[in-house]
C-alpha cells in the first residue's frame, strides 16, 4: 500500500507543551514511515511502537500503529522481546535521557552490544522534564536543577560514545527542527540491519529551555554543526568555506583557501568504515571548538541477534529428536505410577 504520513497520524490529542521538541520529532517520523514501508513492502501493521516513561514515551498513542507504553527504563527490553518472538515486525522504540541511560542504561548497553534489529529514538533534552525538572545522566556541568539547586558536579554521558562503547553498528544524531535531515536519519536507520540509535537533541521549554540553543539557532546553526554524508568532503559553514582535516591523529578545523587549503585537503566521510576512531572523534567533538557531528555518524554490518536466535533454532530443530511437549514427557526414563 502506499501510505501517507495522514495514515499515521493517530486521532489521540498530543498532550506535549506548546514548543516542545518533541512535536518535531513526531512529524519527522510520521513523514517517514511511509518511505519504510515502501522500501520494505510492509503494511503499516507490521510497525510497532514501544517506550518507556518520559515525556517523549507518549508517541505510541500518537502513531496509528501498533503500541506498547512499557514502565521506567525496560523499552529496550519488552522491544527486544518483541522483536526475538517476531522478527518480522519493525520495532522502533521512543525514549528519554533519563529513561534510557539512568534506569534503563543496563538494558540500553546489552540491547546494543547484541545488535538486535530496532531503531530506537533517543529524546536528549538533558532533564526529566515528565517528573518536573531534576538532572539527568546528560545534564551538563554545574546545571541547576530541581534536584541540583547549586549546579550538577556528574560529568555527563555522551550518548554517542556510550553507544560507540558498546560495540554500536549505528549512530546518528540530529536536531528536533531540522525535519528533512530528521527524515533522513530514521530512513537510514529503518534500512540499517541492528540496533541503530538516533539521538534527537530536542528542547524542553519548561525545564531545560534552551539547552542546545548554541547550535539550534537558525542564525549561527550552519556555522556550528556539520551534517555529515557518507561518501562526501567534511564541510560546513553558512559559506560553505570550513572544513575538517587530520593533523598529528586529531581533527582540526581549518578554512578552504587559506594556507593553501583546497577541497581535496579536507577529510571524505566514511560511515561504513569498521574502524571507530574516526567515528568516535566526530562523536566527541563539541562546541565551540568544533562544529557537533550530525547526520549518520556510524553504519556497519555486523551480525544481528535475532538473525542468530532464528538461524540457531532452526538449526537445533532440525537435529532434533524431540518434537512435541508429549514426546518430552515420555523421553528418558520413565515410570508408571499405580
Known sequence: MKYTAQDFKSDQEVRWCPGCGDH????????ALPDVCEDHNYTKERIVLVSGIGCSSRIPYYVNTYGFHSVHGRAMAIATGIKV??????????TGDGDALAIGGNHFIHAIRRNIDINVI????????LTKGQYSPTSK??????????????????????????????????????????????????????TSIVEMLVNCMIYNNGAHKDITDREFRDDRTIVLHDGQPMIFGKDRDK???????????????????????????????QSVGMHNMLIDMKYPDFPVALGVIRDVVDATYDDNVRDQLAEVSAKATIHSMDELLRSGETWEVK
Open 24 to 31: 518535531s520529532v513526531l512529524a519527522s517520523l510520521l513523514r
Open 85 to 94: 518472538a517476531n522478527p518480522t515486525l519493525s520495532i522502533w522504540e521512543a
Open 122 to 129: 533517543l529524546f536528549n533534552n538533558q532533564i526529566y522534564g
Open 141 to 194: 556541568l554545574g546545571a541547576i536543577t530541581k534536584t541540583s539547586p547549586y549546579g550538577t558536579v556528574e560529568h555527563p554521558f555522551n550518548p554517542g560514545a556510550v553507544v560507540m562503547g558498546a560495540r554500536g553498528t549505528f549512530f546518528a544524531r540530529s536536531i528536533d527542527v531540522d525535519l528533512k535531515l530528521n527524515e533522513e536519519i530514521l530512513d537510514a536507520a529503518a534500512r540499517h540491519d541492528g
Open 243 to 273: 572544513g575538517l582535516v587530520l593533523e598529528n591523529g586529531k581533527i582540526k578545523v581549518v578554512k578552504i583557501g587559506e594556507n593553501g587549503i583546497t577541497e581535496k585537503d579536507i577529510l571524505v566521510h566514511d560511515s561504513h568504515s
